[in-house]
């Protein structure tokens, strides 16, 4: 697992390069995805410390990936945020029942990211 890679996962490039962009501002190695499927591979290749997945995706939704990800050996305990324009309660219990350890609605802001990273990774794997 690489202490300082951080998967980012929506099929919105826009939000994409926006996050991507702000995590390497803050010292992480940062790969995408665009579609659950490509998450999941992602995922079990490289074992991200943390995951910040959308919901709602063609090919394979923020759900079912987050599953599947927990399934591989390497990545059960991989903590993944949601991310979600559909901030009802039914989404976020949704997501907490896949196995997504926060919510965090769009649109986020910078300071909603810097406090899921500050609750999520250990001092030790946080940059400096």
């Not at 099929?11 to 999941?40: H, K, T, W």
């Not at 029942?97 to 406090?115: L, N, S, T």
Request: proline residues 5%; aromatic residues 6%.
């Amino acid at each position: 697992m690489n202490d300082k890679l951080i998967l980012v996962v929506d099929d919105d490039p826009c939000c994409r390069y926006s996050l991507e962009a702000v995590l390497r501002s803050l010292g992480f190695s940062v790969i995408s995805a665009s579609n659950g499927v490509q998450a999941v591979d992602l995922a079990l290749t490289h074992q991200p410390k943390l995951i910040f997945m959308d919901l709602m995706m063609p090919d394979m939704d923020g759900y079912t990936a987050t599953v599947a990800i927990h399934a591989g050996q390497a990545t059960t305990a991989t903590p993944i945020v949601a991310l979600s324009a559909s901030s009802d309660l039914r989404h976020r219990f949704r997501a907490l029942e896949a196995g997504m350890v926060a919510f965090v609605p769009k649109p986020w802001k910078v300071a909603d990211i810097q406090r899921i990273l500050r609750t999520t990774l250990d001092d030790a794997e946080r940059p400096s």
